[in-house]
Nanobody
Framework: QVRLVESGGGLVQPGGSLRLSCAASGRIFGLNAMGWYRQAPGQQRELAASISSGGSPKYADSVKGRFTISRDNAKNTVYLQMNLLKPADTAIYYC???????????????WGQGTQVTVSS
């Protein structure tokens, strides 16, 4: 089984910064893409940022230039550095990874429990 543990959420004022971390552990034979999704109240879950196994990032237009995603493959960890935060960034942020839990070359989606990010003065 693959487990994801997220940390780093909280309350921050507009213009502030937060850094989210998500560590994958358990039976992992390989990791493909890793990313962060977010879901605001009454809204659908949307991709904020993702990063391929080769390190290529992808961002939602709404976060480009403010968020930076990175990964440490040795630690099976993905990070999301969020700067210039806005009230519109308020949401629950979920970590998502594509992991191979066995010897077969089959990858599955795994989700973290979510961490609350609130941007408010």
């Amino acid at each position: 089984q693959v487990r994801l543990v997220e940390s780093g959420g909280g309350l921050v004022q507009p213009g502030g910064s937060l850094r989210l971390s998500c560590a994958a552990s358990g039976r992992i034979f390989g990791l493909n893409a890793m990313g962060w999704y977010r879901q605001a109240p009454g809204q659908q879950r949307e991709l904020a940022a993702s990063i391929s196994s080769g390190g290529s990032p992808k961002y939602a237009d709404s976060v480009k230039g403010r968020f930076t995603i990175s990964r440490d493959n040795a630690k099976n960890t993905v990070y999301l550095q969020m700067n210039l935060l806005k009230p519109a960034d308020t949401a629950i942020y979920y970590c998502n990874v594509e992991a191979r839990p066995g010897l077969l070359n089959v990858y599955y989606d795994y989700w973290g429990q979510g961490t609350q990010v609130t941007v408010s003065s």
